[in-house]
């Protein structure tokens, strides 16, 4: 079955986390990309995956965001590996790349440089703060933007300051953005014909993500604190609780759901007690709720209170590792987690975070070695054999 983005081809400059995500994501769904990486490798690939530093030169985390992705290695110094390029935006529907603004005009292949030759050209540069402002010069990093953004703001504990997410979370949404901006400018030019200039900001992604904060503030005048482990609702009754063995995750947000708590922790009785005869009450109350729903949790552990709570509607979940979370049996009917064949053993990689009915995300190979197909993409833009063997042998490619 034909996958969304068969046929397209992608050129990919893109390096580190945000930009190789996006380029992923597009080629699980069928884009040929061609991933643009300098002679001695990007510096992601280049960490040590093991102890030795051996193992194809790679790491888990640069194989999880260029499985899929054909390789091609310049100097991009060389005025020569430049005219390759321009050859090869001939044939290309997407230049990504998410170097510092003007990083690529420099080099004689920027936007305007490349869509001269390409006027269909999809051009899509994802950078810290975009390419207006006053900060658009600005190097960019994920804990910079989690800073500046206001996430940080409000995860953690007030009484122990701002918190950084657990993982790489301003480079990720940038990354799906940049995805979502390039199959957007694909599907516009099927009506224009017309190629066009994408420009993802972590920033301004990073903001997007908190619409309903943002809203809050700039509607109602309200700005958001550190709930910790609460949620946004600010109910006592979803937030995170302590039981014989860890934690669980109570997610009770209305009346129902109360409800049901209090049936499956055997404390029906207190829906009756006026201190917590509705959600005013309850609030006020909740340091005196919050001790009632500790005292019955401590008594048995958290698979057995998952179990427990669920069977009564109760949302609920205990805290689950990434070991845990990817091989949980839920994810067996989803085909998220693929696994294939790689150089030096199978790797098992996520994918996207929606199935299609018809042709549905598919990791067809794993990572490519540093310029393993140069010669093939070369050859495919219509370099001779002679070209090829010069450009290999003065060190372009």
Not at 237 to 248: C, R, W
Not at 352 to 381: V, Y
């Amino acid at each position: 079955m034909t996958r969304p983005f068969s046929g397209i081809r992608i050129l990919d400059f893109t390096q580190v986390f945000a930009g190789p995500l996006a380029s992923y994501q597009l080629s699980l769904l069928g884009a040929d990309v061609i991933k643009v990486e300098r002679r001695g490798g990007e510096d992601m690939r280049g960490r040590p995956r093991s102890a030795d530093g051996t193992s194809q030169h790679t790491t888990p985390g640069w194989i999880a965001i260029n499985a899929n992705k054909r390789n091609i290695a310049l100097d991009l110094k060389n005025p020569e590996a430049v005219e390759i390029i321009k050859r090869l935006v001939v044939g290309t529907d997407v230049v990504m790349e998410n170097f510092r603004p003007g990083v690529m005009d420099r080099l004689g292949i920027g936007y305007e440089d490349l869509s001269a030759i390409n006027q269909g050209l999809i051009y899509c540069c994802v950078s810290g703060f975009g390419r207006e402002g006053p900060l658009k010069d600005e190097p960019s990093y994920d804990g910079k933007i989690q800073a500046m953004s206001g996430i940080m703001s409000v995860t953690g504990h007030e009484e122990t300051g701002p918190m950084r997410a657990g993982f790489a979370i301003c480079d990720a949404t940038a990354g799906i953005t940049a995805a979502f901006g390039v199959a957007s400018a694909l599907y516009q030019r099927t009506h224009t014909g017309k190629g066009q200039l994408v420009d993802v900001a972590m920033y301004d992604s990073a903001l997007a993500l908190q619409s309903p904060g943002i809203a809050d503030y700039t509607i109602a005048g309200k700005e958001h604190k550190p709930y910790g482990n609460r949620a946004i609702s600010g109910l006592p009754t979803a937030d995170l609780f302590p039981v014989k063995d860890g934690n669980i995750l109570l997610a009770v947000n209305n009346e129902k759901q109360f409800r049901c708590l209090m049936r499956s922790i055997g404390r029906e009785a207190l829906l009756d007690d006026p201190r917590f005869v509705d959600w005013p009450a309850r609030l006020k109350n909740e340091d005196a709720l919050i001790g009632i729903i500790r005292e019955v949790f401590a008594e048995d552990d958290a698979a057995t209170w998952e179990t427990r709570l669920i069977e009564e509607g109760v949302p609920c979940a205990r805290i689950q590792s990434i070991k845990q979370a990817v091989t949980h049996p839920q994810l067996d009917h989803r085909d998220f987690m693929q696994t294939i064949e790689g150089p030096d053993g199978s790797v098992t990689l996520a994918t996207t975070g929606f199935r299609l009915e018809h042709g549905n995300a598919f990791l067809e190979h794993s990572f490519a070695k540093l310029g393993e197909h140069s010669e093939d993409i070369l050859g495919e833009a219509g370099f001779s054999e002679e070209e090829i063997t010069r450009l290999r042998d003065n060190g372009t490619i």
